[in-house]
Each structure stands twice: as C-alpha cells, then as structure tokens.
C-alpha cells in the first residue's frame, strides 16, 4: 500500500524562527491535506493542497505532486504553532491514510 | 470551532459493551469521515459516508460499524468493546466526497 512520511519526526525552535516539515508518499495521490493537531486534541485543517502552492498568513504549503511530496512553512513561530502537524493523503478508491505526524515546540 | 459536533466527549465503558458515537457534519456538508487515534496506531481512517451511503473503507474492524441517516448526522457503533479499542474517535466533514475535511472535537472512549 502506499506510504507516507513525514520529517523530522520532532522538531524543537525559538520563538521568531522559521521551520520547513516535510511529507513524502509513495504514489499518486488523490488529493493532500495538513493538519495542525493542537495541545488539547482539536485537529484543524490548514492547507487543502494536491498540487501547487499556497499561502495562509505566516503559514504558506507547496505540493509536488510529480515528485510526491509536500512541504509545510512555517515563518515567525509563536508558541501557538506548538502542536502535531500532519499530512494526509487520499488515494485510490478514495482510503486516506495520515503520516505519523511531525511533533513542533515552539519555546517562548 | 469547525461546526462538527461529537457526542459524548467522554465516554468510559467495560468490555464485551457496546456504544455508539454520534457525529452532526458542517451545515450544507453531505460527506461524514470517521477516524480512530490511538498512541500506538496513529490516526487511522476507518469508514466514508456520502450523502447517505457509504463511499470508502479503510482500517475499520467487523465489530465495528457505521450509517448516516437522511438528515446526514452520523452514528459509529463499536461492539464487543476491548481494552484495545481505548482511543480518541474523531469525525470529519466535507463539501464533496475527497474536498477538504473539518473535523470535529472527538470522542475519547475509555474500556474498562
């Protein structure tokens, strides 16, 4: 079945500074999301992205969808970005399947 | 707020029960996901429903099942109930069958 990663697995930053996550998969995908799990579960949605790029204030995402993977930035973090972010792929008869997550703290 | 809604939030029950968790989508949504999240699995996508009728299955179990109703709110029933199935349950919503999902708050099942 398909596969995908996501690096680094944690990431540890000052507040101020700027922070890439990558998402890696195996083969064609239907569409890309990510998500940004917060410190109290809630799962929000960030970039619904399956080629191109876009931006979303300091937050912006790029997916290439030829080369199978897909980039997060992160600009100016502030301790709110601290949290899980997540990838997830839709592919096939429609399966999704989400990347065990990249795990970001942001210190004040 | 995303404009998904769960019920219950919590939810702590013994083995061999059963229970139901409920799921009302974004107004206007007609597609319902479920997912389960636990430490060790990660979050796994278990069933798609749209516009009334199931779409996609993923990793969801025999004893687990699932249906959307005409007014498109969602019900998960979970059967025979083992220490395993202890996780976060989650819905998700959206427009169209693959567009972007919200999810809702979820419900954490706790078997005794």
């Known amino acids: 079945g398909i596969q995908v990663e996501q690096s680094p697995p944690d990431l540890i930053l000052q507040e101020g500074a700027n922070s890439t996550l990558r998402c890696n998969f195996s083969?064609?995908?239907?569409?890309l999301q990510w998500f940004h799990q917060n410190p109290w579960g809630q799962l929000i949605n960030l970039f619904y992205i399956p080629s191109g790029t876009k931006q979303n204030g300091r937050l912006s995402a790029t997916t290439v969808a030829t080369e199978r993977y897909s980039l997060l930035y992160i600009s100016s973090s502030q301790t709110t970005d601290s949290g899980v972010y997540f990838c997830?792929?839709?592919?096939?008869?429609?399966?999704?399947?989400f990347g065990k997550g990249t795990r970001l703290h942001i210190l004040p | 707020d995303s404009g998904v809604t769960q019920t219950p939030k919590h939810l702590i029950t013994a083995t061999g029960q059963r229970v139901t968790l409920r799921c009302s989508p974004r107004s206007g949504d007609l597609s319902v996901y479920w997912y389960q999240q636990s430490l060790d699995q990660g979050l796994q996508f278990l069933i798609q429903?749209?516009?009334?009728?199931?779409?996609a299955k993923g990793n969801i179990l025999e004893r687990f099942s699932a249906q959307q109703f005409p007014d498109l709110h969602s019900e998960l029933n979970l059967s025979s109930l083992e220490l395993g199935d202890s996780a976060l349950y989650f819905c998700?919503?959206?427009?169209?069958?693959?567009?972007?999902?919200?999810f809702g708050p979820g419900t954490r099942l706790t078997v005794l």
């Open positions: 429903y749209y516009n009334g009728e199931e779409r």
């Open positions: 998700a919503s959206s427009v169209e069958p693959t567009g972007p999902q919200y």
């Open positions: 083969d064609s995908v239907n569409n």
């Open positions: 997830a792929v839709c592919f096939g008869d429609d399966k999704i399947i």
